[in-house]
């Protein structure tokens, strides 16, 4: 079982970045793929970024290539979520997630959840 708490979230402008980052603790943080999500009032939960145990394969849905980032650092137990120009379509609570096993970007797919950081995009 693993534990994540979010942090890095706030009130930023349009063009604006943020770092989020996601501390793991609890069983060996390299065993498990791990993603964010994020969630705007109303809609479904949507898939952000995902990346492999080590590191060397990333995802990112399409709506953030080229301004959002996914990286990890093993031997600190943390996964961040680097966002660069922001745009108000960002504001969410964002989510970061764990699982053991599967490639599939669905969040059902994943076991274990933190409990979210607001990131609020003024236009």
């Known amino acids: 079982q693993v534990q994540l708490v979010e942090s890095g979230g706030g009130l930023v402008q349009a063009g604006g970045s943020l770092r989020l980052s996601c501390a793991a603790s609890g ?9 964010w999500f ?37 031997a600190k137990n943390t996964v961040y979520l680097q966002m660069n120009s922001l745009e108000s379509e960002d504001t969410a609570v964002y989510y970061c997630a764990a699982k053991l096993l599967g490639d599939s970007n669905d969040a059902r ?13 003024s236009s």
């Open 27 to 35: 069983r060996t943080f390299s065993e498990y793929v791990m993603g």
């Open 38 to 74: 994020r969630q705007a009032p109303g809609k479904e939960r949507d898939f952000v970024a995902a990346i492999s145990r080590l590191g060397g394969t990333t995802s990112l849905a399409d709506s953030v290539k080229g301004r959002f980032t996914i990286s990890r650092d093993n």
């Open 109 to 121: 797919t994943y076991r274990y959840w933190g409990q979210g950081t607001q990131v609020t995009v």
